[in-house]
């Protein structure tokens, strides 16, 4: 039997994992190790993959993954049926299914994120908004809207860095991402502006078309993370699309980059709205 390309599907609270002559299904704490000899067949249907287990296994009699992905989905369950067909006799081996409970790990607290940054720098911001809301007249609407326009255009700004570095890609890979292990095997210095850089990761991988891709990653980070082994989500109308999960700080980079965008463009039509209603009252 040749080599059985692996795969990862994920869904909700559930991962299948495709390697070698077996698939781990882990949720929450709980991994089993389900060998193909234990497995009867994979099903696809209305958004489930069902894994159903032979009668001589000694788990359940299926494990079910939810996911909207349906490219994805159809890659790993076409790449579970090649390799039920392919398993020889010999390599079966005992329909024994090894189910492991792990202990939980503590998160990390993340360094301050360029979000988090952006979130100290606004505080001013909003803190005049909200002083010269309630003092009206001795505060001024002029005065309101000039200090918005000399900041407001930052809103547009972080809405469109939030977008294309970060929000565009995650939803595009949520939607048909594939995933594949890979590994981070370097960082490429990349400079931003004459006073921003950051670390880009390189990752390495192999498409379920045989390809082995190094990908350079568009966005990154102020500093060098760990490399080594990892999930690498590719998009596969567009391979050079990559994300790992191990770069969770880019959705909350998004996240803080649209949300305080957002905020500041509000804060720039209210004051707007109410300095073009004073003149045209007055």
Not at 75 to 99: E, I, K, Y
Request: net charge positive.
């Amino acid at each position: 039997m040749g080599r059985i390309p692996e795969v990862v599907l994920r869904g909700r609270g559930v991962v299948f994992r495709l390697e070698g002559y077996a698939v781990r299904v882990m949720r929450g704490r709980t991994t089993w190790t389900v060998p193909l000899a234990a497995i009867d067949r994979v099903d696809y249907a209305g958004g489930r993959v069902l894994l159903r287990l032979s009668r001589d296994a000694d788990e359940s009699d299926a494990f079910t993954l939810t996911t909207r992905n349906a490219t994805a989905a159809g890659a790993f369950v076409g790449q579970l049926r090649t390799a039920l067909a392919r398993r020889p006799a010999s390599a079966q081996g005992p329909a024994h299914v090894v189910r492991d409970v792990s202990g939980r790990r503590l998160p990390r607290l993340p360094r301050l994120s360029a979000g988090g940054k952006i979130a100290l720098g606004i505080v001013p911001y909003i803190a005049f908004f909200y002083v010269a809301g309630n003092k009206g007249a001795e505060a001024g609407i002029g005065g309101l809207v000039a200090f918005i326009m000399l900041f407001g255009p930052v809103g547009w700004l972080m809405l469109y860095a939030g977008w294309t570095e970060v929000m565009r890609d995650a939803l595009i890979l949520r939607r048909r991402g594939i995933t594949v292990p890979g590994r981070i095997r370097d960082y490429d210095w990349h400079r931003i502006s004459k006073d921003q850089a950051e670390w880009r990761p390189v990752y390495e991988f192999r498409t379920l078309e045989g390809r082995n891709l190094v990908v350079t990653q568009p966005v990154g980070r102020e500093h060098k993370g760990e490399r080594g082994p990892v999930d690498v989500t590719y998009d596969p109308l567009s391979p050079t699309r990559v994300r790992s999960l191990r770069d969770k700080r880019l959705a909350i980079r998004g996240i803080a980059l649209t949300f305080f965008g957002v905020l500041s463009v509000i804060l720039m039509v209210i004051p707007l709205w109410l300095f073009i209603s004073a003149l045209l009252t007055g």
